[in-house]
């Protein structure tokens, strides 16, 4: 494998006084998609956030194009070129549409224009003048996941984007990431629903009380099967 | 008619200063009580640069609010920024323990006693239903300008953007790459520069003194409740009508002129507690 | 006998020869203003209300005892009883209304209201604007029986009503009562969600408090023989914030402490004039930067870090 886009090495991170990542190691390949899989509570969001440097403390490695980010602060660190579509997806309900889609500033060249987001999200161009939270779950998802394409950040940091979303949805969100993948975005996506992700992913991690436990990559997702279900307790 | 024009012209007081003070609410959670002694402040940086520099009026309308202002800057740089995560309450004691520090210096160098500032325009104008002395019209209009523009700022702009997204959500907004510190930095210079701008138009009208502000922040901290923090709208709409209220209150019941805000503050908490454009939370 | 107790009497010990060694005018004037700080330390440690005009009630109480005893000549325990109950009458109405807000908007409400009391004390003809009630006689208590022109005499006076008060405070604080309130300061919903009427609880803290700043009031006219616009002054308020400050806020003994050290330091500062402003300024800057705990809450914590050490 070339040198990784990012690499995490014995990743820990606090919130507070609670210790929640016990050392994260995993990597990701300029390109590739990769997942992160586990239980409620196994430590996959707080991972996103270390990245970000949005925790509480964090301490161990995460070089992202061979630049060490912790101890950065995270307005720096998303400078670098990595960006962040939360779980909650974090629309800002005091923004319309395209404000929201045009907040977060270009890091650097590459990213989707404006008409090039509208075209893979039509709902939004309808409805740019809406407040932001007034759109529906899956629009609030698509916006929240168009406003990071425009900043021309390599790697994109995805929090469960299928979550209490219509299959319908799920779906097309599906294709998007696809395509996204196909454009070279790199992917690290948190997912609950594996069977999502056993669709569009590479290779896939398994987490578990704040460690990966476990690689699988997609030739081999078949043959692990069982494995993979007793992991996430389906 | 007169007693309606003092009041607009007071209503311009209470917006400008209001507004400061919701803006910095907004973003840095703090209720600035220095915003009096930073009007005071802004009053006599035009009058120490006319008196040491011979700075003209309309300059000092430029250069004191930002010398002013950059002294806020240092403010929320080295002190303010400390306090942000603890309890609102001490961001209200340091600024109060602040306007105690900057009222005290001007009174021990300068004393209580006012010194008056020459008015930049004189005369009076016609209004067609009353005559309005020239500098006080213009004092109303420049209010309703630097709302205006403020409004704009916010509403319209990127950086307002920025703004009202981190007031939401600071820790979201940073993770996209804005340096959030340095937006906070920024709107509390602009807060504090918005009352320092107040305060260089309100020397030529007022003595120049080191109190002039003690007592107008607290009746704008009434402003404040009744009109609520939430909209800017709604802060320039209640201090014109709470200075006209006071305009009229003084015509028709003077003694009542100095506590008629307060007291529609008592009723507004008894009806609308979370004040008139106030967001219920 | 647990410390706490050896402490205590310690500190009753020297308050009874106290006057025989310092100046009884600066003690009193100190128990007054421990009193005033405790009760307002009542509402921000147990309630979790910092109200910013506590003057009113203070300031109100020593008019309403000057008009009492000078102009009705009244004797003075009847003087301090209706100052009392003026002082938790407003208590009453700013308290109803200020409740209705949280947080920093009560902080500014009460604020607003103490401005409004101060307006109409530069009005209203009773309280004799600028000037202020002067002179008010030290009329004998006990229907004659106790004069108090002497200093030391009455020392002992304000002493009995000074602990009169703090064991009010420390009755309050330990009563079911109490707990409802501290009950609801930490976690309001959950109070609500127990069955709890919040807003009454509330209320009632800020009526005793406001009553108890009156009695402080009452017996600083009493002493110093007048009342003024100073005593119900914005700067007043933020006096006795920064008494509660220095002290520790939330601690019973703080605000006793930190009276005695503002107290002592503006006796020492008068020549400095307009720099006292200044200074006190300085002090609420370096206390909210840096010793948030107070200086009691320091100690405590600095005692009980040494008995884990050793």
Same mark, same amino acid.
Request: hydrophobic share 50%; aromatic share 10%.
């Given at each position: 494998?070339?040198?990784?886009?990012l690499?995490?090495?014995?990743?820990?991170a606090?919130y507070?006084?609670?210790?929640?990542?016990?050392g994260?190691?995993?990597?990701?390949?300029?390109?590739?998609?990769v997942t992160?899989?586990g239980?409620?509570?196994?430590?996959?969001?707080?991972?996103l956030r270390?990245?970000?440097g949005?925790?509480?403390?964090?301490?161990g490695s995460?070089t992202f194009?061979?630049?060490?980010?912790?101890?950065q602060?995270?307005?720096?660190?998303?400078r670098r070129?990595?960006?962040?579509?939360?779980e909650?997806?974090?629309?800002?309900?005091s923004?319309?549409?395209?404000?929201?889609?045009m907040l977060?500033p270009?890091?650097?060249?590459?990213g989707?224009?404006l008409?090039?987001?509208?075209?893979?999200?039509?709902?939004?161009?309808?409805r740019?003048?809406?407040?932001?939270t007034?759109?529906?779950?899956?629009?609030?998802?698509?916006l929240?996941?168009?406003?990071?394409?425009r900043?021309?950040?390599s790697?994109?940091?995805?929090?469960?984007?299928?979550e209490g979303?219509a299959?319908?949805?799920v779906?097309?969100?599906?294709?998007?990431?696809?395509?996204?993948k196909?454009?070279?975005?790199?992917?690290l996506l948190?997912e609950?629903n594996?069977?999502?992700?056993?669709?569009v992913?590479d290779r896939?991690?398994?987490v578990?009380?704040?460690?990966?436990?476990?690689?699988?990559d997609?030739?081999?997702?078949?043959?692990?099967?069982g494995?993979?279900?007793?992991y996430?307790?389906? | 008619?007169?007693?309606?024009?003092?009041?607009?012209?007071n209503?311009?007081?209470?917006?400008?200063?209001?507004?400061?003070?919701?803006?910095?609410?907004g973003?840095?959670n703090?209720?600035?009580?220095? @915003?009096?002694?930073?009007y005071?402040?802004?009053?006599?940086a035009?009058?120490?640069l006319?008196?040491?520099?011979?700075?003209?009026?309309?300059a000092s309308?430029v250069?004191?609010?930002?010398?002013?202002?950059?002294?806020?800057?240092?403010?929320?740089r080295?002190?303010?920024k400390?306090?942000?995560h603890?309890? @609102?309450l001490?961001?209200?004691?340091?600024?109060f323990?602040l306007?105690?520090?900057?009222?005290?210096?001007?009174?021990?160098?300068?004393?209580?006693?006012g010194?008056?500032?020459?008015?930049?325009?004189?005369?009076?104008?016609?209004?067609?239903?009353?005559?309005?002395?020239?500098?006080?019209?213009?004092?109303?209009?420049?209010?309703?300008?630097i709302?205006?523009?403020?409004?704009?700022?916010i509403?319209?702009?990127?950086?307002?953007?920025?703004?009202?997204?981190a007031?939401?959500?600071p820790?979201l907004?940073?993770?996209?790459?804005?340096?959030?510190?340095?937006?906070i930095?920024?709107?509390?210079?602009?807060?504090?520069?918005?009352a320092?701008?107040a305060g260089?138009?309100a020397a030529p009208?007022?003595q120049?003194?080191?109190?002039m502000?003690?007592?107008?922040v607290?009746v704008?901290?009434?402003?404040v409740?009744i009109?609520?923090m939430?909209s800017?709208?709604?802060s320039?709409?209640?201090?014109?009508g709470?200075?006209?209220?006071?305009?009229?209150t003084?015509?028709?019941?003077?003694?009542?002129?100095?506590?008629?805000?307060?007291?529609?503050?008592?009723?507004?908490?008894l009806v609308?507690p979370a004040?008139?454009?106030?967001?219920?939370? | 006998m647990k410390?706490?107790h050896i402490?205590?009497?310690?500190?009753?010990a020297?308050a009874?020869?106290?006057?025989f060694v310092?100046?009884?005018?600066?003690?009193?004037t100190?128990?007054?203003?421990a009193?005033?700080a405790?009760?307002?330390?009542?509402?921000?440690?147990y309630?979790?209300?910092?109200?910013?005009?506590?003057a009113m009630?203070?300031?109100m109480?020593?008019?309403?005892f000057?008009?009492?005893?000078k102009?009705?000549?009244?004797?003075?325990?009847?003087?301090?009883?209706?100052g009392?109950l003026?002082?938790?009458?407003?208590?009453?109405?700013?308290?109803?209304?200020?409740?209705?807000?949280?947080?920093?908007y009560?902080?500014?409400?009460?604020?607003?209201?103490a401005?409004m009391?101060y307006?109409?004390?530069?009005?209203?003809?009773?309280t004799h604007?600028?000037?202020g009630?002067?002179?008010?006689?030290r009329?004998?208590?006990l229907?004659?029986?106790?004069?108090i022109t002497?200093?030391?005499?009455?020392?002992?006076?304000?002493?009995?009503?000074f602990?009169?008060?703090?064991?009010?405070?420390?009755?309050f604080?330990?009563?079911?009562f109490?707990?409802?309130?501290?009950a609801?300061r930490?976690n309001e919903p959950?109070?609500?969600?127990l069955?709890y009427?919040?807003?009454?609880?509330k209320?009632l803290?800020f009526?005793l408090?406001a009553?108890?700043?009156?009695?402080?009031?009452?017996?600083?006219?009493?002493?110093?023989?007048?009342?003024?616009l100073?005593?119900?002054?914005?700067?007043q308020?933020?006096?006795?914030?920064l008494?509660?400050?220095?002290?520790?806020l939330g601690?019973?003994?703080?605000?006793?402490?930190?009276?005695?050290?503002?107290i002592?330091?503006?006796?020492?500062l008068?020549?400095?004039g307009?720099?006292?402003?200044?200074?006190q300024?300085a002090?609420?800057?370096?206390?909210?930067?840096?010793f948030?705990?107070?200086?009691?809450?320091?100690?405590?914590?600095?005692w009980?870090?040494r008995r884990?050490?050793?």
């Amino acid at each position: 494998m070339v040198e990784p886009l990012l690499k995490v090495a014995g990743l820990e991170a606090w919130y507070g006084e609670s210790h929640v990542l016990h050392g994260i190691d995993f990597q990701i390949g300029k390109g590739e998609l990769v997942t992160l899989l586990g239980r409620n509570g196994a430590g996959k969001t707080t991972t996103l956030r270390s990245i970000m440097g949005i925790v509480g403390k964090r301490k161990g490695s995460v070089t992202f194009e061979g630049h060490e980010t912790v101890g950065q602060p995270s307005n720096q660190i998303a400078r670098r070129g990595i960006a962040y579509c939360p779980e909650e997806r974090g629309i800002f309900s005091s923004l319309n549409v395209e404000e929201n889609l045009m907040l977060p500033p270009v890091v650097k060249p590459g990213g989707l224009s404006l008409a090039e987001i509208y075209k893979l999200f039509p709902n939004l161009e309808e409805r740019k003048r809406s407040q932001g939270t007034k759109l529906s779950g899956g629009e609030q998802q698509m916006l929240a996941i168009g406003r990071i394409l425009r900043t021309g950040a390599s790697l994109l940091l995805l929090d469960e984007p299928t979550e209490g979303l219509a299959p319908v949805i799920v779906q097309r969100i599906g294709e998007i990431i696809r395509q996204l993948k196909e454009r070279g975005f790199t992917i690290l996506l948190v997912e609950q629903n594996f069977h999502f992700a056993a669709t569009v992913a590479d290779r896939h991690y398994v987490v578990e009380n704040g460690k990966v436990i476990d690689m699988v990559d997609r030739a081999s997702v078949q043959q692990s099967l069982g494995k993979l279900q007793a992991y996430l307790g389906v | 008619m007169a007693q309606v024009a003092i009041g607009l012209v007071n209503g311009a007081f209470y917006a400008m200063l209001s507004l400061g003070l919701s803006v910095i609410f907004g973003m840095l959670n703090v209720i600035n009580f220095a @915003h009096g002694a930073q009007y005071m402040m802004g009053a006599f940086a035009a009058w120490l640069l006319l008196g040491f520099l011979e700075v003209p009026f309309w300059a000092s309308l430029v250069l004191a609010p930002l010398i002013v202002g950059l002294f806020g800057v240092v403010l929320e740089r080295v002190l303010l920024k400390r306090l942000y995560h603890l309890d @609102h309450l001490y961001g209200f004691l340091l600024t109060f323990g602040l306007s105690l520090v900057i009222e005290g210096l001007f009174r021990w160098q300068w004393g209580s006693s006012g010194a008056p500032y020459p008015a930049p325009i004189t005369g009076a104008t016609d209004l067609g239903f009353m005559m309005m002395p020239t500098y006080r019209l213009f004092i109303v209009v420049a209010a309703l300008v630097i709302c205006l523009a403020t409004w704009y700022a916010i509403e319209r702009t990127r950086l307002g953007a920025y703004l009202r997204a981190a007031t939401e959500n600071p820790t979201l907004v940073r993770a996209f790459g804005i340096n959030v510190p340095r937006l906070i930095t920024i709107t509390y210079g602009v807060g504090v520069g918005l009352a320092a701008l107040a305060g260089v138009l309100a020397a030529p009208i007022q003595q120049v003194s080191a109190l002039m502000g003690t007592n107008l922040v607290l009746v704008v901290f009434a402003v404040v409740v009744i009109g609520g923090m939430g909209s800017i709208l709604g802060s320039v709409v209640t201090g014109f009508g709470l200075g006209l209220i006071e305009g009229l209150t003084k015509l028709y019941y003077p003694p009542a002129s100095n506590t008629v805000i307060f007291v529609v503050m008592a009723i507004v908490l008894l009806v609308k507690p979370a004040g008139l454009f106030g967001q219920t939370k | 006998m647990k410390p706490s107790h050896i402490a205590l009497v310690i500190a009753l010990a020297a308050a009874l020869v106290a006057p025989f060694v310092a100046y009884p005018v600066f003690l009193m004037t100190a128990l007054c203003f421990a009193l005033f700080a405790g009760a307002f330390n009542l509402l921000l440690g147990y309630a979790g209300l910092m109200s910013f005009g506590h003057a009113m009630f203070f300031g109100m109480a020593a008019y309403f005892f000057g008009h009492a005893v000078k102009v009705w000549e009244l004797p003075p325990e009847i003087g301090i009883l209706l100052g009392v109950l003026g002082a938790a009458a407003i208590g009453l109405v700013t308290g109803a209304l200020a409740i209705r807000r949280q947080g920093i908007y009560f902080a500014m409400i009460t604020l607003a209201f103490a401005q409004m009391i101060y307006f109409l004390c530069v009005q209203m003809p009773f309280t004799h604007g600028e000037d202020g009630i002067q002179g008010i006689a030290r009329r004998p208590l006990l229907g004659g029986l106790l004069p108090i022109t002497d200093d030391r005499v009455l020392y002992y006076v304000v002493l009995a009503i000074f602990l009169f008060g703090y064991f009010c405070i420390y009755r309050f604080i330990h009563s079911p009562f109490g707990q409802v309130l501290k009950a609801i300061r930490d976690n309001e919903p959950r109070a609500v969600s127990l069955g709890y009427e919040a807003d009454r609880y509330k209320l009632l803290a800020f009526v005793l408090s406001a009553a108890l700043a009156g009695l402080a009031g009452a017996t600083k006219a009493m002493v110093l023989q007048f009342a003024t616009l100073t005593d119900v002054s914005a700067s007043q308020s933020g006096e006795v914030v920064l008494m509660a400050l220095v002290g520790g806020l939330g601690t019973i003994t703080g605000p006793i402490v930190g009276a005695f050290i503002i107290i002592t330091m503006q006796n020492y500062l008068a020549s400095f004039g307009e720099f006292v402003l200044v200074i006190q300024g300085a002090i609420f800057v370096v206390i909210v930067m840096a010793f948030r705990k107070g200086l009691v809450g320091e100690i405590a914590d600095w005692w009980k870090a040494r008995r884990k050490a050793g």
